[in-house]
């Protein structure tokens, strides 16, 4: 099961326990439901999950903060029916990933709740405290809009203490030698319980040192690689991916030089994509691949279309007011919407950018529902917009749960364009020409090419800017992929010279094309067109 570089093949799906579906009728999703639809999942073709947190939690910051890193949300059930879970998986070769958020506890976890009744508390330097809110000045505030400092006055015990993120989210001290044998016992329990890999959250604020802005540490990337060499001893072939929302140098600094994380989320695709297809121009994404780091051997990106638009970074009119009408923008740096709404819901625009995101260099990630085109509920705020239960039927509830809908922990997705009596599992599965259908076959072409995950890039230049043009080779095997970025019909000339005598075979339908000569090759794409070649002796 755990071959070498298996996350390079894989093709991840990122799921919700809380919004997949529902065993017990209480309305929130949980793992003996997520469990129920895992031959669902086989069937789409994914090959690895990767579990948003589903950790004991008050649940202030969804999740984000973790009461007992050992357990199971009572929501989602128990250990048991955790284990029950990846066991049914791994029957399937689906392998699993589970998110960790260890850079803080939430307040009500034992350590914080001890900490803070006394100052001579066992785990008191569990946590980074201060008799002044004036220590750090130069780390930034990550969430302005709702936190006015980096320190929170503890009344208990009469000191500040430290909280990257919300207040109710103590940062713990990773310069507390205990603190990072937590961090291990806690990486083990679940590596010895079997997942497949961990994706750790918030990784640049792990340590603070003054005069700096405490990100992107030389101790933060000391300790992760402490715990790859760890993981490499101890559990070979499991997978540790990095969130580190970050610049794109800083992000690739998590691969280190091979020797800390094997896959870093990239942040940032998304917002490529949306300005090429504004501009009808492929060079954003050239931009982006030219500029991009290098990643070191067996390492690679994990790459989504469920990422944040950065406002700046997009030259549209009214600064992406058109694409939220009714609300203020849900995030900090930008603005977070499911693929569908964003793309008005054109069926060739979602297309277009699922081909990009399976043949660009990186694992592609994609976010429940997204295989249908669901849509989202910008009434519900930051982060809980995207998460509405997953649309199964058009049965009570979407097929979701069998309680009374009153109950459900979030509403339905129920207008006339993304409600689940139109966008749904079931009516999908009927209709041969449904996106479901479609991404079906999609992966399952993915995964017939090599070249599509293990390959190098070469970029091609023809003279028209709103086609993008290249070649994925691994180990003798050539795939050219030729993508229309216009909502019209196209044509372009390659020079395909070098592969004179060979004969283009289109990779969905198994078509040959005409041989490639020494004249520039002709092709034409209808809008928002594509094709995958596998370019045979
Ligand atoms: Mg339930
Ligand atoms: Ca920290």
């Known amino acids: 099961m755990n071959e070498p570089g298996w996350y390079q093949d894989a093709i991840v799906y990122e799921v919700h326990v809380r919004s997949f579906c529902d065993s017990n009728a209480d309305g929130i999703g949980d793992f003996r439901g997520l469990t129920s639809r895992l031959d669902y999942l086989q069937e789409l073709g994914i090959s690895c999950l990767w579990l948003l947190p589903f950790l004991p939690s008050p649940l202030k910051a969804d999740g984000y903060d973790t009461s007992d890193f050992c357990e199971v949300h009572a929501d989602y059930g128990t250990l048991d029916d955790f284990d029950e879970f990846l066991r049914q998986a791994h029957r399937r070769d689906i392998r699993v990933i589970v998110e960790l958020v260890l850079n803080h506890t939430s307040d009500e976890h034992p350590w914080f709740r001890e900490a803070r009744v006394s100052p001579y508390a066992a785990c008191r330097d569990y946590y980074v405290w201060s008799d002044s809110d004036q220590k750090y000045r130069e780390a930034r505030i990550i969430f302005p809009e709702t936190e006015r400092s980096i320190w929170a006055w503890d009344p208990t015990s009469k000191a500040y203490y430290l909280h990257r993120f919300a207040s109710q989210e103590p940062d713990l001290n990773y310069d507390h030698p205990d603190v990072r044998q937590e961090l291990v016992r806690i990486l083990s329990f679940w590596l010895d319980r079997g997942v497949d890999g961990l994706r750790l959250d918030a990784v640049p604020f792990l340590f603070e040192r003054e005069g700096t802005s405490c990100e992107d540490l030389p101790e933060t990337h000391g300790l992760m690689r402490d715990v790859r060499r760890y993981v490499d001893q101890r559990y070979p072939g499991r997978a540790l991916l990095a969130e580190a929302n970050q610049r794109p140098a800083d992000m690739r600094a998590y691969f280190g030089a091979g020797d800390e994380f094997h896959m870093v989320s990239y942040l940032g695709l998304l917002t490529r994509l949306f300005t090429a297809f504004e501009r009808q121009d492929r060079e954003p994404i050239i931009h982006m691949l030219r500029t991009g780091p290098a990643v070191p051997r067996g390492c690679q990106w994990a790459i989504s279309l469920h990422d944040e638009l950065v406002l700046e970074a997009l030259a549209l009119p009214a600064q992406g007011d058109a694409l939220v009408p009714d609300l203020p923008l849900l995030l900090d740096q930008g603005m977070s919407r ?112 090599r070249a599509l995950s293990r390959g190098g890039i070469r970029l091609l230049h023809p003279a028209n800017q709103a086609v993008l043009p290249f070649i994925r080779e691994y180990e003798g095997e050539r795939m050219l992929v030729v993508c229309n970025l216009a909502p019209r019909a196209q044509y372009l000339e390659l020079d395909l010279r070098e592969y004179d005598g060979c004969t283009p075979v289109e990779a969905f339908g198994g078509t040959s094309f005409p041989r490639i000569g020494t004249l520039p090759y002709l092709l034409t794409l209808g809008p928002y067109g594509y094709y995958w070649f596998l370019i045979a002796p």
């Open 338 to 449: 499911r693929l569908a709404p964003l793309l008005n819901n054109g069926r060739r625009e979602i297309e277009l950018m699922n081909v990009i995101l399976m043949t660009l260099p990186g694992t592609p990630v994609i976010y429940y529902g997204d295989e249908l085109g669901m849509g989202d509920n910008t009434y519900l705020g930051r982060r809980r917009a995207l998460r509405t239960p997953m649309q199964w039927s058009s049965d009570r509830n979407a097929g979701f749960s069998a309680a009374d809908a009153e109950r459900l922990y979030c509403p339905l997705v129920s207008n006339p364009v993304y409600g689940y009596q139109s966008v749904n599992v079931e009516a999908q599965h009927r209709v041969p020409s449904s996106l479901l259908n479609w991404m079906r076959q999609l992966l399952a072409t993915r995964k017939r090419y």
